[in-house]
């Protein structure tokens, strides 16, 4: 590639003046070129080595500012990384990052070094192992964190500190082992809860138990992103582990910054969206236990919306954000999945919340006479992700809908029909009905009182449907005898053929709640339907408790 050659010149024996205007004009160039596949790896060699030899002399930060630029851009391309990725580049890096050792100490003047060069540590780091490795044995760690430690010093760039929290968000992404350590060695999730608190302004913590949010600038929710998507990283394990009286208090109180950074407000719905994004994540982490927290009292105010003395406003928010999610209908199993996981943990973990909630989705049932998953509601949009062709939306909105029902049948098929409920029921064992076997415990009071439209229309519910079918003409009423009897000998020879090809195959609900194939067939199959079960009444208990 023409023109290298002079740029390594110039690194290699021209003054400050000029190796400033050589590089600024290569990186003007080439700004937005991610690749340089005419440049050929001895000439990447010298210019990457031409660069380092320039970062490791004392020279103006200006100038050194300039040449990670030039490293930055050369880090986009896959074939620089062989000698981007290698000790002495690496451990430059983290020198201009002052990330090579805990006690890092950092200069205002600096600020614009230190910023580039954690660009190029993140670049270089996303996209080469070697350098993933490197890190957990040349300081990154220590200086990673002692970084973290500094998030709260007003004189640090808002540059500096969004690319070293994504700098930390690679790390324990790419790396268990730094993940790991950055957790028991240095307590990470307490150095990004304190920079969370101090990126709200919410050190205070009566602030927390507020019932309005603040207004966020767009710096501070990228900062925030920055640092919840770390946070989801290294709290993965807090439901798995048993959590020490420290660490639960600190998840509880990550709960209550997760509620009130659903209650700010962003300058843009996009911005907001993404903040209520990555806290729903970082929820989905949280302990059962934690999850309390998301609600408050609602006080004397009255603002907001208030549920049997608690304010919803969290949960209306999180609520929102799936009925938008839905009606989006975009790559659902990365937008849904997460939302509906949030709402299942804090449904079961809080009963005033569950009870809230099926208020909003499943409120006491009037219209009997359209299919479930037909309709404008939350709850017909609900209903239609029971059917989705995404496996882990499809059980996680049926588990959602399940549990605000109490995990209760019955009262699962009153709002969706059998057919819609069919795959979960047979999924946990519960086409033939009865109680269901999970570690959840419900309160047993009944919660609702059947409304007179239901009441009334109850015996005409189709239970399959979930709906009082119309009255349709019956199609044999027209037909002969001998027309009734070729339809019906067609039917059977058709299903017939149909179970011989094995396209269908018959079966019946086994004693485990779950369908099981009858190997000898529509016979066999209707011999088992006529012999009696046998009466276990004896060794049975009923619970009544919901």
């Not at 220590?142 to 994504?166: M, N, Q, T």
């Amino acid at each position: 590639m023409e023109g290298v050659d002079a740029v390594v010149g110039v690194l290699q024996g021209g003054d400050q003046a000029e190796i400033c205007q050589h590089l600024q004009s290569f990186n003007t160039q080439h700004a937005q070129t991610f690749g340089f596949p005419n440049l050929q790896q001895d000439k990447r060699k010298d210019l990457v080595s031409a660069i380092l030899e320039v970062l490791n002399k004392d020279m103006q930060p200006s100038c050194h500012a300039t040449c990670l630029s030039t490293i930055r851009i050369l880090s986009r391309d896959k074939a620089s990384l062989q000698f981007l990725a290698k000790p002495p580049c690496v451990t430059t890096l983290l020198k201009h990052a002052g990330m090579d050792g805990a006690e890092a100490v950092l200069e205002l003047p600096e600020d614009e070094v230190i910023a580039e060069a954690e660009k190029c540590l993140c670049n270089i780091i996303f996209t080469s192992p070697t350098a993933q490795r490197l890190c957990s044995s040349n300081g990154c760690v220590e200086g990673v964190a002692g970084r973290l430690k500094c998030i709260s010093d007003p004189h640090l760039s808002y540059d500096v500190k969004i690319f070293a929290v994504r700098l930390t968000f690679l790390l324990t992404a790419l790396c268990i082992d730094i993940r790991q350590r950055l957790q028991v060695e240095f307590n990470i999730p307490a150095l990004l809860l304190s920079a969370m608190e101090h990126t709200l302004g919410v050190e205070n913590n009566s602030t927390l138990g507020t019932l309005e949010g603040a207004v966020l600038t767009d710096e501070q929710v990228d900062l925030l992103s920055e640092i919840l998507k770390t946070m989801f990283n290294v709290t993965l394990t807090g439901q798995a582990r048993q959590l020490d009286e420290e660490e639960l208090e600190r998840y509880k109180h990550m709960t209550a910054v997760c509620r009130y950074m659903l209650m700010c407000r962003a300058s843009s719905e996009a911005k907001q969206e993404e903040l209520h994004s990555h806290t729903i994540n970082l929820m989905t982490n949280m302990p059962r236990n934690c999850l309390g927290e998301v609600i408050v009292q609602q006080g004397e105010r009255g603002v907001g919306t208030e549920y049997d003395g608690w304010n919803m406003d969290a949960i209306m928010t999180i609520l929102d954000f799936l009925e938008r999610r839905i009606d989006q209908n975009k790559r659902l199993l990365e937008t849904l999945t997460p939302v509906l996981t949030c709402l299942i943990a804090i449904s079961r973990a809080n009963r005033n919340v569950r009870k809230f909630l099926r208020t909003k989705v499943l409120p006491p049932l009037r219209d009997v006479e359209t299919l479930p998953q037909e309709g404008p509601k939350l709850r017909n949009k609900c209903v239609r992700l029971m059917t989705c062709v995404v496996t882990e939306v499809k059980e996680a909105a049926a588990e959602f809908l399940f549990v605000l029902c109490k995990e209760n049948v019955d009262r699962l098929v009153k709002y969706t029909g059998f057919g819609n409920a069919a795959g979960l029921l047979a999924h946990r064992g519960l086409l033939a009905g009865g109680p269901c076997s999970g570690q959840h415990n419900y309160s047993s009071g009944d919660e609702e009182s059947d409304t007179e439209e239901y009441l009334v229309a109850k015996d005409k519910i189709n239970p399959v449907t979930g709906r009082v079918e119309p009255d349709r003409p019956n199609p044999l009423e027209e037909m002969t005898e001998e027309q009734k009897e070729h339809l019906f000998m067609q039917l059977a020879s058709d299903f017939d053929k149909l179970t011989r090809e094995g396209i269908v195959k018959p079966t019946m609900i086994g004693s485990d709640g779950r369908l099981h194939v009858v190997e000898g067939g529509v016979a066999e199959m209707m011999a088992r339907a006529q012999t009696p079960p046998p009466d276990n009444s004896d060794n049975e208990e009923e619970d009544d408790n919901e």
